[in-house]
């Protein structure tokens, strides 16, 4: 793929689509952290708050943790890779 040459939104998505599943997510990841959509001070507020809720969660037995390793293999069957 030649990147010097113009490409329209669709053109860049349909080759971005091409790529593996890991490679999207971090392409994914990385366009998202470009956005400056809200300042470090209220991202880092907005971490602790969902960070809060889901110890609450647990402490409350609302939810059940699940072991990371497992959680990465459920999601890997999911998506199927």
């Known amino acids: 793929m030649i990147l010097s040459m113009a490409f329209t939104l669709d053109q860049l998505a349909e080759e971005a689509l091409k790529l593996p599943a890991e ?3 971090l392409l994914a990841d990385r366009l998202v952290e470009s956005l400056d959509f809200a300042e470090p001070d209220d991202i880092q507020r907005l971490w602790v708050a969902e ?3 889901r110890r609450d969660e647990i ?3 609302k939810v059940s943790p699940i072991d ?3 959680a990465l293999a459920e999601v890997r069957r999911a998506i199927g890779s």
Request: no cysteine.
């Open 51 to 53: 960070a809060t809720q």
């Open 23 to 25: 490679s999207r997510a």
């Open 68 to 70: 990371g390793e497992h």
């Open 59 to 61: 402490a409350s037995g």
